[in-house]
């Protein structure tokens, strides 16, 4: 049985950081892409990154690159999100995802790519 557990959420002043972990079980990640996502009260869930487990390949959305900075360690089976320079804008429920096949650029933000989801965690930005 597969299942990611999210972790590192929690309440930060703006322009603080958080990094968030992303921890795998029920399989190992050396072929696959994590995907990072976030979702707002009353917003669509909103794709921020991927990275590729194989080569460390990485893809952002505008929204969040140069503050944050996606990383994994296959031996651990985990994925990193970075987050610097929070803004109140990045509150929001966040998650991470599977998925079996490589990442691009052009195809990240497509939710139904993903095979496995986290139950996510939470993020406020606020003083």
């Known amino acids: 049985q597969v299942q990611l557990v999210e972790s590192g959420g929690g309440s930060v002043q703006p322009g603080g950081s958080l990094r968030l972990s992303c921890v795998v079980s029920?399989?190992?990640?050396?072929?696959?892409?994590i995907g990072w996502f976030r979702q707002a009260p009353g917003k669509e869930r909103e794709a921020l990154s991927c990275?590729?487990?194989?080569?460390?390949?990485?893809h952002y959305a505008d929204s969040v690159k140069g503050r944050f900075t996606v990383s994994r360690d296959n031996a651990k089976n985990t994925a990193y999100l970075q987050m610097n320079s929070l803004k109140p804008e990045d509150t929001a429920v966040y998650y991470c995802?599977?998925?079996?096949?490589?990442?691009?650029?052009?195809?990240?933000?497509?939710?139904?790519?993903?095979?496995?989801w986290g139950r996510g965690t939470q993020v406020t930005v606020a003083s």
């Open positions: 995802a599977v998925d079996s096949s490589k990442c691009f650029s052009t195809s990240f933000y497509v939710t139904t790519r993903y095979d496995y």
């Open positions: 990275i590729n487990t194989l080569d460390g390949s990485s």
């Open positions: 029920g399989l190992t990640l050396d072929y696959y892409a």
